[in-house]
Nanobody, 119 residues
Framework: QVQLVESGGGLVQAGGSLRLSCTAS????????MGWFRQAPGKDREFVGR????????FYADSVKGRFTISRDNAKNTVYLQMNSLKPEDTAVYYC????????????WGQGTQVTVSS
């Protein structure tokens, strides 16, 4: 099993920045990729981006491309989501997730952290 714990959410004005962290523990060697998702009130969960653990390859949703960046610290088993130029529509609960098998199923999930962007 893998446990994921997010941190770093909060309230920020539009145009501002936040960095979210997600620290993994347990059988972290089994993770193929780490992803970030978000869910706004009344909306479906939305894919934000992911990083393949083996080579750091990243992929982003069009809605955040150029504004959000995923990075990692292997020594700390931590992945980050740097969010710049935030917009009110970025307001959501953000979740990190682990993909064990590489099929995009994301079997492991964190508890989520709230990000609120004021206009």
């Amino acid at each position: 099993q893998v446990q994921l714990v997010e941190s770093g959410g909060g309230l920020v004005q539009a145009g501002g920045s936040l960095r979210l962290s997600c620290t993994a523990s347990g059988r972290t060697f089994s993770i193929y990729a780490m992803g970030w998702f978000r869910q706004a009130p009344g909306k479906d969960r939305e894919f934000v981006g992911r990083m393949r653990w083996s080579d750091g390859n990243t992929f982003y949703a069009d809605s955040v491309k150029g504004r959000f960046t995923i990075s990692r610290d292997n020594a700390k088993n931590t992945v980050y989501l740097q969010m710049n130029s935030l917009k009110p529509e970025d307001t959501a609960v953000y979740y990190c997730a682990g993909d064990r098998a590489g099929g995009g199923a994301f079997e492991y999930w964190g508890q989520g952290t709230q990000v609120t962007v004021s206009s």
